[in-house]
């Protein structure tokens, strides 16, 4: 396990904090005409016209925010936002982020419109004992990505003391993940070691049988989450597009269905990986295109005909899987099972994510999509953990270290 800041005196101490905030945003619809639009727009600070469409990993951040705050440290803030590329994009700016978590931590939230150089350097020095700062966009700079030692040691000249909370980043050697910890003490945050803790109970010690579901649209992408599961798991249900791949190398016709045909042999190889434990839908709602109002038609996994695609898993699929999840100890769902964004094709997803609820497993949702299903389809707050990562998730899932994490203390 790692070490927490949570054992250090922070009192005056300037706490540098790598937060992933990036959120997705929207542009705001304004009522004026387009040329008062874009007037306006010169007027305004940068990112103003950005509205935050879902801000989980916000609220996810306040817990350790608030903490070291209320320890009287000096709390900076070091996020990305986006892939700027190195460019300073106004649209990727984090200044609304900022806005909003002083909305959410109910204090006030300071600016720098850097994060290194002189603007973030006279920031910090007007910090006083319990404020906080976020700093602007750290991908302005190319040397957040390329991990550049000279750009991380500017951001660490900042703080005394690293924490990192950013979990969902951790899988980036960036300079404001893991080249800071070069330079000061580094420590997790409450969120991380939430996280991290979370993806241990689950895949190092699950109470069993330990059920994965893995789904979405590529084998590809997910075949090292396959790999690595499988041995360690009791069952694995296996659907969304991915499962039409599984099914044209049974030799099934899978009709216009998603297939990725340079994943053949992968999936061939799971199949024979996963005997025994490996389970695939049984039937699917089809229409002609994955576009709102088509007509559909529920068809069993080997009748699909020529014109028709399957974009979502169907009742006897559910039912199916709701047996493999009832009395598990542990579920781990990773993926949607259809096109859950739009409502013909979301019963799927949802049926599936009510049954990893009601199974009374100790339930883990993360990587990808899934968050963003659970949260669309109003199923949060039904599970034991819903991880922040998306990348971050699944490189863990297929058993990797992630950077960020490494670098970090352990307990002692
Ligand atoms: C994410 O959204 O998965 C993380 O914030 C990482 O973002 P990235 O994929 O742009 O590195
Ligand atoms: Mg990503």
Redesign the pocket.
């Known amino acids: 396990m790692k070490a927490s800041y949570q054992s250090l005196d922070l009192r005056g101490e300037r706490v540098l904090v790598r937060e992933?905030l990036?959120v997705p945003l929207q542009t705001r619809l304004s009522p004026k005409t387009s040329a008062e639009g874009a007037a306006a727009e010169h007027s305004q600070p940068a990112g103003d016209d950005r509205i935050i469409s879902d801000d989980s990993?916000l609220r996810a951040a306040l817990g350790t925010l608030r903490d070291i705050s209320d320890r009287g440290a000096r709390v900076i803030v070091m996020s990305?936002l986006?892939?700027p590329k190195g460019r300073r994009v106004p649209e990727l700016s984090l200044r609304p982020v900022a806005r909003r978590l002083a909305e959410l931590l109910e204090q006030p939230v300071a600016f720098a419109d850097d994060c290194v150089g002189p603007l973030a350097e006279e920031a910090v020095a007007r910090l006083g004992e319990g404020d906080v700062l976020v700093l602007e966009n750290v991908r302005f700079h190319r040397g957040d990505e390329d991990n550049d030692p000279e750009f991380a040691r500017e951001l660490a000249a900042l703080g005394d003391v690293y924490v990192n909370d950013?979990f969902?980043?951790s899988?980036?050697a960036?300079a404001s993940v893991v080249g800071v910890a070069a330079h000061l003490p580094a420590y997790a945050g409450i969120l991380m070691l939430a996280e991290l803790e979370a993806l241990h109970r689950a895949l190092d010690e699950p109470r069993r049988p330990l059920v994965a579901i893995v789904a979405g649209a590529k084998v590809s992408t997910k075949a090292g989450v396959l790999r690595f599961l499988l041995p360690k798991v009791d069952s694995l249900l296996l659907g969304g597009a991915m499962a039409n791949t599984f099914f044209k190398a049974e030799g099934k016709e899978v009709g216009a269905s998603l297939v990725e045909d340079e994943a053949l042999d992968t999936a061939r190889e799971v199949q024979r990986q996963g005997a025994g434990k490996l389970e695939l839908p049984v039937d699917a709602v089809c229409a002609r295109a994955a576009e709102p109002g088509q007509d559909t038609v529920l068809l069993p996994v080997d009748g699909v005909d020529d014109g028709w695609m399957m974009l979502d898993a169907g009742p006897a699929t559910v039912r199916h899987f709701a047996e493999r999840l009832h009395g598990a100890g542990t579920v781990v769902w990773n993926g949607p099972v259809g096109v859950f964004e739009i409502p013909e094709f979301s019963e799927g997803t949802r049926g599936v994510g009510e049954a990893v609820a009601d199974s009374g497993a100790y339930s883990l949702v993360g990587g990808g999509d899934t968050a963003a299903a659970v949260a669309a389809l109003g199923l949060t707050g039904r599970f034991s953990h819903v991880s922040t990562?998306?990348?971050?998730t699944l490189e863990y899932m297929e058993g990797r270290e992630l950077p960020g994490v490494a670098v970090l203390r352990d307990r002692v």
């Open positions: 992933d990036n990993r990305h986006g892939r950013a969902a980043a899988h980036r960036h990562g998306g990348g971050a």
